[in-house]
């Protein structure tokens, strides 16, 4: 073991664990502590024996257990047990030390840390994280920001334990100052969101509405995942449906349908409504996770409220379609998230590289695919492009795949099947390539209840106008 370790770990929990393994394995001794000391000796006795792991038990052993400048990787729970861990390592650290926050923290809580940190002399980094259990140990997509003199410190350490994309680029590049990286994680995670809704929406029509069993569904979603939807989710989708317990029954037909969700699909919804972007459907997939929670609510529901007369038919044809229009509406969700990612840049001044971002999510995150490589591709083409669904490739998908969505959402609206990420992706679709909306009557309704005048089409913009009604 060497003398000093080459970073701290606080925080020993399954992230926390898998990540100081990465790390040790990578070649780098970590030294590691938990506010519960038992856990950092079952973790030693389990893991740690043989390996360059060093426990310590107080955060100025740990600190002394370290090469300058230290480096402290924070994997606690986002929220006030953050500021706690900041309150009691700063007294303990020296200028130049930096500490690392690498759970799902908001990023405007990273931007207030960020300046108090570097006021005390020190330097901050909020990093994203994404991959799960697995891919801390084996490999996340990490997305840092924060104070850019740390970026050439904590730089050899991440690029060599995050997830590599097929051409072998590391899934880690800096994303920006303050709380830059954190915003793009959270994106991230909204995105993820859109897809795995729009995924269990095609799975409902399979099941409700042309009546397939999971061996079908799961033929269905292989052959998908040999298509441009080539993707981990859809990829594990299809290794659900086949999955069955030791009594030959299927795992996922016993499962409640009332969905979890930690609060990241939300902060991407609300950071979008603070920036005034529209993202109707990551906002229908949080929200459909929120309907799935009225468990009671629906059952009783369902014995009131009518719905139209069971169909459960098909053809491969639908299949098809239903195919078609999951791209479509992936191409849509994805284009609303980068549209969020200009925006904030925009506010906030951050120099966000779209194209860069794209390719850091190829490997060891959750919504990983070769899509990806599709939209860094949009960028390297044009690094200025304001909305992915007008590149060449994907307009040209849509344009093609349009009628297939439209046909999906309609037979699902037939059948009572329940769409809204698909129809809120159509519904976005046709709103954002039509010319002129029905908004000229909302101004002028507000210009009569509110005298908040409107804009006039044979006028410059900019030149606005109140009539007496």
Known sequence: MKELSDIGLIGLGVMGRSLALNMESKGFQVSVYNYIPEVTTAFMKECGEGKNICDTYSYASLTASLKVPRKLFLMVTAGAAVDQVLDEL????????????????????????AKRVEEAGLLYVGTGVSGGEEGALKGPAMMPGGSPAAWPEVKPIFQEISAKAPDGTPCCDWIGPDGSGHFVKMVHNGIEYGDIQLIC????IMRDGLGLGNDEMHDIFADWNRTELDSYLIGITADILSKKDDDGRYILDLILDTAGQKGTGKWTVEAALDLGVPLPMIGEAVFARCISALREERVTAAQILSGPSADSSGTQEFTTQLREALLAAKIISYAQGFCLLHSAATEYGWPLDYGRIAGLWRGGCIIRSVFLDRIKEAYDRNPKLDNIMLDK??????NSAQGSLRAVVCEAARRGIPVPALSSALSYYDSFRCQRLGANLLQAQRDLFGAHTYERIDRPRGEFFHSIW
């Open 90 to 113: 700063l007294p303990v650290l020296h200028k130049g030390d930096i500490i690392i926050d690498g759970g799902n923290s908001h990023y405007q809580d990273t931007a207030r840390r």
């Open 201 to 204: 929406e095609c799975y409902q």
């Open 393 to 398: 490739y994907f307009s040209a998908i849509l």
